[in-house]
Nanobody, 128 residues
């Protein structure tokens, strides 16, 4: 069963840093691409950063230069280092992956891939 579990969220002041982690259990780490998304109430979920199997990374313009996506050498854990956090970064952050599926319901296109499975999310709150 696909399972992604995020951790590392919390509350910080503007300018602070947080590091999110996502552990993929049961051989669920995507062989195509893994990514981070975020969502605030009333808004669509949006892509933040992704990393392909060959190490190519993509970032939303709003986080370029402040966030860094990475993965461990065994490719079962995904990270998102978030620096210089701003109040507008406040959101629930979701880990996501890409798997072969014809079912596109709930999928989001980012970095050239259709992300179609998700973790449960972790809250990040940045205060001014």
């Amino acid at each position: 069963q696909v399972q992604l579990v995020e951790s590392g969220g919390g509350s910080v002041q503007s300018g602070g840093s947080l590091r999110l982690s996502c552990i993929a259990s049961g051989n669920t780490y995507s062989k195509y691409s893994m990514g981070w998304f975020r969502q605030t109430p009333g808004k669509d979920r949006e892509g933040v950063a992704s990393i392909d199997a060959d190490g190519t990374t993509y970032y939303a313009n709003s986080v370029k230069g402040r966030f860094t996506i990475s993965q461990n050498s065994s490719k079962d854990t995904l990270y998102l280092q978030m620096n210089s956090l701003k109040p507008e970064d406040t959101a629930i952050y979701y880990c996501a992956g890409v798997r072969n599926s014809r079912d596109t319901r709930g999928s989001i296109l980012f970095g050239g891939w259709l992300f179609n499975y998700w973790g449960q999310g972790t809250q990040v709150t940045v205060s001014s």
